[in-house]
């Protein structure tokens, strides 16, 4: 027994084939417009059409350069300059004395020059030093003996040394005797006096030649106990 096809049925079944592909094909639109991206034409598009004119850039490798020249030394140049030339000319000279054979020529003295005055120096050190007959030791002891102790010192109790200067001359004698230091009370004065009654004493020689000689000695005022 066959059976009948139903019309209907089959338009349904039609129908909602198509209604599923048009979704389909809705969906497919719809996605492929929120996915498709758009760019402007613009010069960026034309990148690869644009004709290279630029050179290829090579890479040169450094280059040595040899050392500069060393300085060139200008060798000094020598001037050969002609010798003077010697001028040979006739000098006449003119002179009115006339001379004969019996014509005496007197002779010219030359003064002599004046003999420079020896400066006085007095030295202070010198070679062979001034001493007195005896040696230190004995002039001492003569100060000793002939030194009288001043009364006023003796009562004011003064005791003390009086430096004494003097200059021992190229004969020996002593001048010039003065206290350069003293203790005052009569002292500086008896010290002069007996370094001036002093015998006359050796000179003081420089170069072997006597010389005055200045000298400073001390002379000792003590008390006695």
């Known amino acids: 027994m066959e059976l009948k096809k139903n019309p209907s049925a ?3 079944k039609k129908s909602a084939l198509f209604m599923n592909i048009g979704l389909c094909v809705s969906l497919l639109l719809v996605i492929t417009a929120f996915e498709w991206r758009f760019y402007d034409r613009g010069s960026a598009m034309d990148l690869g059409n644009i004709e290279d004119d630029f050179e290829d850039l090579l890479e040169i490798p450094p280059t040595e350069q040899p050392p500069p020249p060393p300085p060139v030394i200008q060798q000094p140049e020598i001037i050969e300059v002609p010798d003077e030339e ?34 006085d120096e007095i030295f202070t050190i010198v070679e062979d030093q001034p001493q007195p007959p005896g040696g230190m030791g004995a002039f001492y002891k003569y100060v000793g003996t002939t030194l009288r102790y001043p009364a006023q010192a003796r009562r004011m109790g003064i005791e003390g040394k009086v430096f004494v200067q003097f200059v021992v001359g190229k004969d020996g004698s002593l001048t010039d005797v003065q206290a350069i230091k003293g203790i005052g009370a009569g002292c500086d004065e008896e010290a002069v006096r007996v370094i001036s009654r002093a015998k006359k004493w050796s000179p003081g020689k420089q170069r072997g030649r006597p010389v005055r000689v200045r000298m400073i000695l001390p002379i000792t005022f003590k008390l006695g106990g």
């Open 86 to 119: 010697e001028i040979e000319e006739e000098i006449e000279i003119e002179i009115d004395v006339e001379i004969t054979e019996e014509t005496v020529i007197e002779e010219i003295v030359f003064e002599e020059a004046p003999e420079e005055e020896e400066v």
């Open 10 to 12: 089959d338009l349904e």
